[in-house]
């Protein structure tokens, strides 16, 4: 059992930025496509962004596309998200969670585990 948790939530006014880290007990060696997933009341969760075991491979959602940014480094077991130009959209809870696979997925049910998320507030 991989244990998630993520941390750097706030609130923060528009155009503003945030940066969110997410915490893995998996050792490096192992294959964990890691993801951000965001959801707001009432709606759906959403796909963020996710990147691949080696770094490299990247994938963002429609919405985030251009501003925000994600990142791994392998040492610290650590994946982070970069928001900048923050909208009142993009007030949500977010999730860290954890596939082992070589894909870089984007549906919430290919992840195995999660974090307990973190709110980010953006204000008008």
């Known amino acids: 059992q991989v244990q998630v948790a993520e941390s750097g939530g706030g609130l923060v006014q528009t155009g503003g930025s945030l940066g969110l880290s997410c915490a893995t007990s998996?050792?490096?060696?192992?294959?964990?496509?890691t993801a951000w997933f965001r959801q707001a009341p009432g709606k759906e969760r959403e796909f963020v962004a996710c990147?691949?075991?080696?770094?490299?491979?990247?994938d963002y959602g429609d919405s985030v596309k251009g501003r925000f940014t994600i990142s791994r480094d392998r040492a610290k077991n650590a994946v982070y998200l970069e928001m900048n130009s923050l909208k009142p959209d993009d007030t949500a809870v977010y999730y860290c969670?954890?596939?082992?696979?070589?894909?870089?997925?984007?549906?919430?049910?290919?992840?195995?585990?999660w974090g307990q998320g973190t709110q980010v507030t953006v204000s008008p």
């Open positions: 990147i691949g075991w080696n770094g490299v491979s990247t």
């Open positions: 969670a954890v596939a082992r696979t070589y894909r870089l997925p984007r549906k919430p049910d290919e992840y195995e585990n």
């Open positions: 998996a050792r490096t060696f192992t294959i964990l496509t």
